[in-house]
Each structure stands twice: as C-alpha cells, then as structure tokens.
C-alpha cells in the first residue's frame, strides 16, 4: 500500500520480497540479520530526497504497472465465478 502511494519500502531479502521490489529502483532490499544494514540504508534514503523521490516514483509506475483495474476486477471476477459454481 504504500508502494502505491509513492513510498519506499526498505525490506528484508525474503523469498517473497524479491517479486515486487527490485533492489535500488523500487525500493531496497537488505540483510534481515543485520540491524546496523537497515539503519545504514534509512539514513542514505533520509539524507538523499532525490533518490528517496526516484525510488518512490519507480515503485508506484511499477505498482500501477502490474495491478490496473481491469486485472483487479478481472480476479475479482473469478473469485466471485468460483464461489457461485461450488454452491
């Protein structure tokens, strides 16, 4: 969600992670068992507006990309076809 609206996310390199944040274009991965790598990658975001609003503004294109009404509606569509047919 708030990919959505612009904002990085700093997250952990978990298997799932990896889909949706490519690292250092929309937003940054980093080693889960290191807390001095996520104080380390906050205070460069904090201290550098520009990249913080580049790597916001590739998050949300990617974002708007990947999930437009019409693929929402379309799953949604789906789920809703599947759950009258079992009734």
């Known amino acids: 969600e708030g ?8 997250a952990s390199e978990a298997k799932g992670t990896a889909g949706y944040i490519e690292d250092g274009k ?3 991965l980093v080693d889960s068992s290191d807390p001095a ?6 205070r460069e975001l904090y201290q550098d ?3 913080l609003k580049e790597i916001g503004e590739n998050a949300r294109q990617a974002i708007l990309d990947r999930h437009t009404f ?4 379309e799953v949604w569509a789906k789920i809703w076809e599947k ?3 079992t009734s």
């Open 37 to 42: 790598e996520w104080v380390r990658v906050v």
């Open 83 to 85: 759950s009258n047919s």
């Open 49 to 51: 507006p520009a990249r």
């Open 26 to 28: 929309t937003g940054i």
């Open 70 to 73: 019409a693929q929402t509606g």
């Open 3 to 10: 990919v959505a609206c612009g904002r990085v996310v700093v």
